[in-house]
Each structure stands twice: as C-alpha cells, then as structure tokens.
C-alpha cells in the first residue's frame, strides 16, 4: 500500500506529492475486494468485488480534481480528521459530492492521534454539513489506546493486534463489558435514524419487532444510495486499523453503477431533447472524458468513464463537440502512474485512451449513431496570477509549448500573455497551485522560468444607475462610418454576472448590427473603466440608437456599443472589488492573540472564535492581497504550531484608502486599455 509519512503511496505518486505529502492530482486505480464473515452479516460475502478509486486532493487550490472525479463517480468516502473535525476544505468538496448527488460515507481518521474524538466529528458534520450522519462504529480506546472499532449492527468488537504494524491480524469477539451499553444506546439511536427515512425499518419498530442485522443493512443502503443517509465509521489509517470494515462498508452501501439512476445527457442532433443513458454493456457506447494527462512515454492521456456499451480496440468512437470520428488505436486501465493495456473496457470502467487528438475536459465520447452531450464538470475561475519569463533563449519556445500542456490538463489554470505589457501570464487558484505549476516546468519539462510577484484578480462594478451614449462618426471622403448606440446601465445582483438586455423597438438599430452592439458592450466590459479590470454584476439594457443608410456597419455599431458603456459606467459610480477569502487558523491557546492582531493588520474580519481539543480555532474573511507570505508569518507567531486553511469566499469593495494604490499600480494597463 505504502505511506504518506515515508513517501511511498501509490496513489500519490508525482515526486511533489510524495515530498510534501499531500495529493496534488487525482489518481486512478482498482481493486478487488471479497468479504469474509468472520461471524458478521455481510451483504456481499464471497462475491470478489470490484471498486474503481480515484483519490483526489483535499487542497482547495486543487478543487478541479475534486470537480471532475466526483462528476464520475457513482459513491465517495469522505475523509474527516479525528482531531480537527470538518475542516474549512472539507466543506468545500462536500459542497461538490452534494451538486453532483453522489452517495458517501463517511470516514473518521486519525483516532489514534492526541485529541481524537469521534463524537465531536460526528457533531460538526451534522451542524457544519447538514449531514444526516449516523454512526455504525464505534472507536475502542482512543489516541494511544485505539485497539479497534464496535460494529454496531452486528453488536459485535473488531480489535486488532497492537504487535501487528501490518493492521493484518484482528479478531472479531464480544464489546468490552465496558463500552456495551454505550454500543446497545447507539444501536437504538442508528435503527431510529433509519426508521425516520425507510418504510421497511419503520414498519418493524412500529410492529415492535426485531430488527435484525441484514434487514438494517439493506435499509442502510437503500438510505445511503438516495442520498439520504451518511454512514459513519471511524480507524486509523497510519496504523491500518478499521480499513478492513471500511472497505466492508464500501461494498454494503455505496451504490454500483446499477444502484444509481441513469446518466441523461442531451441529444447532440436536437438539444432540446434528453437521452437516458442505461448502464448495460450490450447498450450503444457512451462515455465522459474527464481529465487530461500528459504521459511523459505515451504522449497525451485521456481518462474516461464508460457509462453504456463496451469499447474494443480497434473501434470508431464520435466527438459531438468537434463532430469528428478518430480510430482508438489503444485502450488502458490505469494502476496509478503504471498502465495497462487491454483490448475491451465495459460499462463502469474508468479508462485511459491514446492519442487521441483535439478533446478537451468534458468532452463526450460516443458512437456515431447515437450521439450524445452528457453534462461536463464545471470549473472555478482563478483567482491569483503572476508573470513568468524564461531563464535562458533556449527556455523562450520551450516555455510557452509546457504551459500550453498544463494548461490543457487543468482547467483552473490559464496562461495567456498580457497584450498591453507584452508579460506572459499563469492563472491559478492559490500560491501552491501556481508553485506546484513552476516546479513541474522544471521537473517534467526541464524549463527554468523566473517569476514575479502574484497579482491580485480584482474585478470592477457600479453602484448607481446611470445612462451611457456611444456615438462612432467617421467620414474621410467615400463611405464613411456611423453608428449610435444608448445603453443603460445598472448594478445586478452580487454573483448574477452580467446581463445585456434588447429593449430596441421600431427598428432604430437594425437587428443586424445589435450583435456588433452586444459584441462592443462586451469588450469594454472585459477591459473595465477604472484600472482595466473585468467588469462583474452589470445590468446592460440597448434602448436607442439611430442609423445611416449607407455608412453604418458592424464596426460602426461596436465602436458605438464599447462607448456607450464606458461613459454610463463611468457616471454609475464605478468601485473595484477585491478576492475575500475564508480563512480558518488553529492554534494553541497563547498564540490566539498574536494570531488574532495579525489577521486585524491584514484588514480581516473575525467571524468567530472555537474552542476545541486544547486548541482555538479562529474563523476569519481576509482580502486575498493580504493574505501573501501568511504561511510564513503564521509559523514565526507560533513557533510553527499553529496551521491555517483558506479558500476563495466572495468580492468585496476594496476600501477607498487602498484603491489609489492599486489605480496607480494599474495606471499603465489602464491606460493602453
């Protein structure tokens, strides 16, 4: 299996993951599991299942590995700390398993740790997450006394052998006379939980009779598949305790791709119409792509989930987005970083294909006689850039073709190359995410690039309405060029984005020059009016405008729609907007105070203080601008005993003392723009 602590996981596999010991991408791999007995009920017992993984980052700078490994996905296992709880990141990928509906369970780690305690991460789970979480285990011991786990439905004890580093060796007996009435009211509490959500179950309690333990098992699955239950075990994973009965419980009530409801997708030929996509292996091929991965031996990878149908080699397969047809010349289970090469994939499999050319993320990959668009994952946008320039001459062309792969890999990151100071620009999510970008140009593609200081995605807005007049006259003898548009302008709701409206009437614009119209609005609003950042939450309405028979022309009419809305912009009372990120600290005791002055030098908001496990955890809003280096200064305020998480959180206004600094950083850009 390996170890995080000595750098030999299998899953995490790139050199960056195994050095810092966290995960970075997502990565595949299968494994079969056969249940034995051992004096439990089981469901599935004797049966070798098979269970596709793929272990994804906790990190937010990584979300989109979370995004696309949960669209895929048919069940998840989510992972809590024993000591910290739920945990700001882990809010944020149950927020993900929750938009895409996929089933979980749920997984205490850490219970031998110092501080473990199983009923407090339960506890935040239900009041952090909204999750109807109930136990079916129970820790024996905890911290340096964690022997074991109760399975509470079969009311009997798992404890392992504390000479075993294996987590081989384990024995199934009776609960310690000690913990039997805490197992007997945890029982009660789990069949209640159950019976409130199943017909079954609540049949039985009303009946008063007994419930035994394979009854209470299918009504768990029943529950945990509809999403309306969340199963809780606990263990250790440094010591391999309670991974046996995880796995367990990942066979008894995670659903197969025959316990979740179909896939529907659209039809490519007729959009308005939707498809079910059944999951049976003689049905037509369909299947998502979900991630793209450069292989520095076989070239470009692309992982798929087969949804319907089987793919041989050999076989066509449809792109309904680039409607082309390509040869699949070879398919590959993955194991991690190692491949496989097979000649047949079926429904269920998550695969990799080979060379297959012009995909992007989400694409879908049909047959041609049944094609269909299935929903792509959706991705955040960046919010942290910085500017990268090549070492040497030699690094100059090599530059640009390895960001350009990156960037086809992750869709939250970007490279373009900054038009008014000719910079060539990387986008990300975070300082990490940008940092693990910098070290695998070196590492993988062996570019050397100097980078400066991170710039901040600020964004602009109005506060007032206010009406905008573009007027585009040219005449230089012959033709000339007339177009004349009036716009009005309005403040959207926060995160509506931004909307143009059509309110010509009578034909004073022609219809045939509103999308120049539309077009010019856009491009202005993608430069801004203050320092030449993009506009957000705008309310645009065309509601006049006049023409000239023979000089109005497309380009006329943009012209007038980039004027129009710089002028009404520029009367609404323009502010710029700031990244606030979500910042939780926690830390010993007799740093809080430190911790707490600093986060107020930063300009952050403290929204709440917890006490919890011997520790305080601080709960803040902090501008993103002020955020650079905190890693840094958190260990030099604690004696590196405190640690922080953060993720993006919203757009605020940025205070006017601090807006000049920024106009004049800006003033450049602004000005070409």
């Known amino acids: 299996m390996g170890d ?45 299942h098979r269970i596709n993984i793929i272990d994804t980052p906790g990190h937010v700078d990584f979300t989109a590995e979370v995004e696309r490994s949960m669209r895929v996905l048919d069940g998840a296992v989510a992972v809590f700390c024993g000591v910290a709880g739920v945990q700001p990141q882990s809010e ?14 749920a997984f205490v780690n850490k219970m031998d740790r110092t501080g473990a305690n199983f009923e407090n991460a339960v506890a935040e789970m239900r009041k952090k997450l909204g999750a109807y979480a109930y136990p079916i285990q129970l820790p024996i011991g905890k911290e340096d006394h964690f022997e074991g786990v109760i399975d509470l439905i079969n009311q009997r004890a798992i404890r392992y052998d504390p000479k075993d580093e294996s987590g081989m060796l384990y ?6 006379a000690d913990l039997q009435e805490d197992a007997r009211l945890a029982l009660a509490e789990l069949v209640d939980a159950v019976a409130n959500k199943d017909d079954e179950i609540a049949a039985l309690v009303i009946e008063d009779k007994p419930v035994d333990a394979a009854a209470l098992k299918r009504a768990i699955r029943r529950l945990t598949c509809k999403i309306e239950l969340v199963p809780v075990l606990c263990g250790s994973a440094f010591k391999k305790r309670g991974v046996q009965p995880l796995v367990d419980a990942v066979v008894d009530y995670l659903p197969s791709p025959l316990d979740v409801p179909p896939p529907t997708g ?40 087969v949804y319907s149908g089987q793919l041989k080699k050999g076989e066509m397969i449809f792109n309904p987005r680039t ?29 990799a294909l080979v060379g297959i050319r012009n995909i992007t ?28 320039e090549p070492k040497t001459m030699a690094d100059r062309d090599r530059l640009g073709e390895s960001l350009q792969r990156l960037a086809e890999e992750d869709p939250t990151f970007r490279c373009f190359t900054n038009e008014e100071t000719g910079q060539l620009i990387i986008a990300g999510m975070g300082e990490l995410h940008l940092e693990i970008i910098r070290d695998r140009l070196l590492r993988e593609f062996k570019v050397e690039a100097t980078s400066g200081a991170p710039q901040i995605a600020y964004r602009e807005t109005v506060l007032k309405p206010a009406e905008g007049v573009g007027k585009f006259v040219r005449q230089s003898g012959g ?90 912009a520029r009367k609404a009372n323009p502010i710029l907007l700031e990244p606030i990120m979500k910042v939780e600290c926690t830390t010993p005791e007799e740093y809080q105070g430190d911790l707490l002055g600093d986060l107020n030098r930063r300009r952050g908001k403290i929204v709440s203080i917890e006490a919890k496990n011997n520790a305080t955890s601080l709960h803040a809003h902090v501008p993103l601008a002020e955020m650079f280096g905190y890693a840094t200064a958190i260990r030099s ?27 004049d950083s800006a003033k450049p850009k602004a000005a070409r723009s």
């Not at 990928?93 to 996929?102: G, I, L, P």
């Not at 024995?171 to 310690?176: E, G, K, L, R, Y």
């Not at 993006?648 to 006017?656: H, I, K, L, T, Y």
């Open 4 to 48: 995080v602590d000595d750098g030999n996981t299998v899953t995490d596999w790139m050199e960056q993951e195994r050095e810092r010991g966290i995960t970075i991408t997502s990565a595949a791999t299968t494994c079969y599991w056969t249940q034995k007995s051992e004096g439990l009920v089981k469901l599935g017992e004797g049966v070798p």
């Open 92 to 105: 944020t990928v149950w927020r993900q398993a929750t938009k895409y509906k996929v089933p979980r369970v």
């Open 171 to 176: 024995q199934v007996a009776d609960i310690p």
């Open 266 to 305: 659209l039809d490519a030929e007729d959009p308005t119409q939707t498809v079910e996509i059944p999951s049976d292996d003689r049905a037509k091929f369909c299947s998502l792509a979900f991630k793209l991965w450069t292989d520095p031996f076989v070239g470009k990878l692309v992982f798929f989930r």
């Open 323 to 351: 409607r082309r047809r390509e040869r699949v010349n070879r398919v590959m289970m993955i194991q991690a970083d190692k491949r496989l090469d097979v000649d047949t994939v079926y429904s269920g499999d998550i695969a």
């Open 361 to 388: 993320t989400g694409d879908t990959l049909c047959t041609e006689e049944r094609q269909v668009l299935l929903e792509p994952p959706t991705f955040p946008e960046p919010v942290i850039s910085m500017a990268v």
């Open 479 to 568: 033709r000339g060029q007339y177009g004349h548009a009036v716009i009005t302008l309005a403040p959207n709701e926060r995160g509506k984005g931004v909307e143009i409206e059509n309110k010509i009437v009578g034909g004073v614009i022609p219809k045939e020059y509103i999308p120049a119209v539309i077009a010019g609005i856009n491009e202005a609003v993608a430069g801004g009016v203050l320092a030449g950042y993009p506009m957000v939450d705008l309310k645009v309405a065309i509601v006049d405008g006049t023409y000239h028979e023979v000089d109005s022309s497309e380009l006329a009419f943009k012209m007038a729609g980039i004027f129009a809305l710089k002028e009404a």
């Open 637 to 663: 305020l604690s004696k590196g005993r405190a640690a922080y998480t953060m993720e993006p959180q919203s757009f605020e206004p940025v205070p006017a003392n601090i807006v000049a600094a920024i106009l």
